[in-house]
């Protein structure tokens, strides 16, 4: 009787969880139609141009002045005369005047002969560091300024991939993930998964819950020897379509597996996102202790592993919260120039827009007060110019 009553309680629990997955699963397609109706997929707003001005570089008189010229496309245009600009539009732009401008090349900042394609990681141990967050505002944000840009969602949770409008529980529930590449047995060119997105210039390679089979079958290809190992799995992939892209974002898993192994042995440079509390440091120092670890394990096996940089990001950051402000401190204290001088900031303006799956470069003005979103604008732009500047130098040239 207690077996018989143990089995009836275990078959009721496990009823109720896929009960509450059914609700709620439902529940968040309702939100997706009502968040983006009529439109059965996002679509990018349109851009002012005083924020066509701050991302090319170009003079708000020289934007005017080209128009009148005939030099720029006629862009749409509001109730109030002003210009709107689409980001194909703004690329059309670019490369008007990387033809006729002044020092050029500066309008078109990506890869030029000879320049390596730069694979970035961001990374973190713990949860709720703003990986996601980051990745997905550095990928769109570098794909505004003109780079040809990939990201790739390597969490099974999906997170990133939910930003750009998918249900990867419906969508990705069997095959179109990054999985698909990486897989032992029978995997597809990487170009197979690989989606245009609504963005311009960025394009994604999704995850879903079927990459967390990666971890079980990469232990058992290390016992069997199968190759090509998980070490080099993603850079293999990655071959391919390499010519595409001058970047590649990665969002990692918050766990030192090997999903996150095989991301960073096919990266040039590693970005680790963390929080200014004394738990989320901690958390920190273990990830890097054990990374460390992983890293010396795998360089006697394979060589060694040459990152061009390792930057660390403070991010949520509340300047005026004295402790945190005192772990920054802390922290650019220890690692130096490691830590970019920029922080991104906590921001109801990056949470509300969570909501509705967009970012602050989606949202409308109109729909956040204005200083908020300068505030937050300004931070995360800041972080974004920093690390360009690393990404520049990686090429063996300065920021333009």
Not at 16 to 25: D, F, P, T, Y
Not at 55 to 84: A, C, K, W
Not at 179 to 191: G, N
Not at 361 to 386: C, F, H, W
Request: proline letters at 4%; glycine letters at 6%.
């Amino acid at each position: 009787m207690i077996a018989s009553s143990d089995t009836q309680t275990t078959e009721s629990i496990a009823a109720s969880i896929a009960a509450n997955a059914a609700r709620l699963s439902e529940a968040l397609n309702n939100h997706m139609r009502n968040s983006f109706r009529p439109e059965s997929r996002k679509t990018l707003r349109k851009f002012q141009s005083s924020e066509v001005s701050e991302l090319t570089g170009i003079s708000m008189s020289n934007l005017r002045t080209r128009h009148q010229d005939g030099d720029f496309p006629e862009v749409e245009t509001d109730s109030r005369g002003r210009r709107l600009y689409s980001a194909e539009e703004i690329d059309q732009i670019r490369h008007v005047m990387a033809r006729t401008g002044r020092n050029g090349e500066t309008y078109l900042p990506g890869r030029r002969d000879g320049d390596a394609l730069q694979i970035l990681s961001v990374v973190n141990f713990k949860g709720g560091s703003s990986k996601t967050t980051s990745a997905i505002h550095l990928a769109q944000r570098y794909a505004l300024r003109g780079y040809r840009v990939l990201a790739i969602d390597m969490d099974p949770q999906a997170s990133l991939t939910t930003m750009f409008g998918y249900r990867p529980e419906i969508e990705f529930a069997q095959s179109g993930t990054i999985y698909d590449a990486l897989r032992y047995e029978d995997p597809v060119p990487l170009s197979q998964v690989v989606r245009k997105t609504y963005f311009h210039n960025l394009d994604l390679a999704p995850a879903g819950l079927m990459l967390s089979e990666y971890e079980t079958e990469t232990a058992y290809a290390l016992q069997h020897k199968l190759d090509p190992p998980f070490t080099q799995r993603l850079a293999i992939a990655l071959d391919e379509v390499e010519a595409s892209y001058d970047l590649v974002i990665i969002d990692c898993p918050p766990q030192l597996g090997f999903t996150t192994m095989t991301a960073l042995l096919a990266s040039t440079g590693l970005l680790i996102t963390v929080v200014p509390s004394m738990l989320d440091v901690a958390s920190m120092a273990q990830f890097l202790e054990m990374a460390g670890e992983t890293v010396r394990t795998l360089e006697e096996a394979t060589g060694p592993i040459d990152w061009a940089f390792l930057k660390f990001l403070i991010a949520r950051y509340e300047p005026t919260d004295v402790p945190q402000s005192q772990m920054a401190g802390f922290l650019r204290s220890i690692l130096l120039d490691q830590v970019l001088n920029t922080p991104m900031l906590k921001s109801t303006a990056i949470s509300d827009a969570g909501m509705t799956q967009q970012t602050i470069y989606e949202l409308e003005p109109a729909q956040v007060i204005k200083k908020t979103l300068d505030r937050i604008m300004e931070s995360v732009n800041g972080v974004a110019d920093e690390f360009e500047k690393t990404i520049q130098l990686a090429w063996g040239r300065e920021s333009d």
